[in-house]
């Protein structure tokens, strides 16, 4: 049995499916189509084999993801792309985007409990508190002599900044505080002494004017990537083409005492996935990567290992 547990965050960028319908069939008749009438398969497969290629050298026990269109798909890609990996355990609950770009998880552990926080309104009550939303999923890790431990996972999509980053800033504070909200009272009452973390596409970085200083200023969180011992210049895990711009728009925020009972973790991005003209990375590019697509993402899988013995069992 492993002595430690890999987390992992992924926005997979558009992992959707692409229906076929059947011949001589048209979805506009009056009746519409049921799912009888169609199959699908996974849209931009030769992009998504890099994707896979990504998640499997990764080899996380809990992978959090963004950008899942549904269930269905997100079994589909497994059972294509990742068997070998065991993903026996998986989750998508339809958001509030109407792209249907959703947050998911893949476990190597059991999911012992969901709760969907979609139905949060914002302080105007004029539309959705999360933009996709702030999922709640608790697995059950195997420990040491048949003792478990809880792990929570709050997994977060938060607002672009497409529009422009100072006209989505409100829009994702709001999200940002949302989502520490709901830890608060969740964690406070047993004084943040439990295995949790906050994780995913935040979609904002750090300075003077970011969207995450609910997040950055908690006492009982800590950034695993910002409180590494890589250079600042590492700190980063998503390459913005048009703009050339190199940030960590990706976390994950273990609570303070897991932090520090796992002997402060130093956590991993990777970037073989990235296309070649991310030039800041120079190292080794998964097969079939190119200059600016197929690739695994425009976004780096992040992960960070936890000893098991720092994880608090029931």
Known sequence: MSQSIRIATFNVENLFARYKFREDFSPLGEDGFSINNLAFSIYNDDEKKITAKAIKEVNADVLCLQEVESLPLL???????????????????????????DVAVLSRYPIESVKSNRHLRNAKNSASLFSRDCLEVTVSVDVEDGKTAPLKLYVNHFKSMMGGR??????????????????????????????????????????????????????????????????????????????????????????RQLYERAGSPDPTVFRKGLPWRAERYSGDRLDDVGENSPKASDHCPLYVDVPKAALKTD
Request: proline fraction near 2%; charged fraction near 30%; charge should be negative.
């Open 166 to 255: 100072e006209g989505t800033h409100e829009r994702r504070v709001e999200q940002v505080d949302g989502a520490v909200e709901i830890m608060d009272e969740q964690q406070s009452a047993t004084g943040y002494d439990g295995n949790f973390a906050i994780l995913g596409d935040f979609n904002d970085y750090v300075d003077d004017n970011t969207s995450l200083k609910a997040l950055l200023d908690h006492d009982e969180l800590r950034d695993v990537l910002m409180n590494s011992s890589l250079p600042d210049d590492e700190k980063w895990t998503h390459f913005w083409g048009s703009g050339g711009d190199y940030r960590q728009l990706d976390y994950i925020f273990l609570s």
């Open 75 to 101: 079994d589909r890609f497994n059972s294509t792309y990742l068997a070998s990996k065991k993903y026996k355990h998986r989750i998508v609950v339809d958001g509030n985007d109407p792209r249907s770009i």
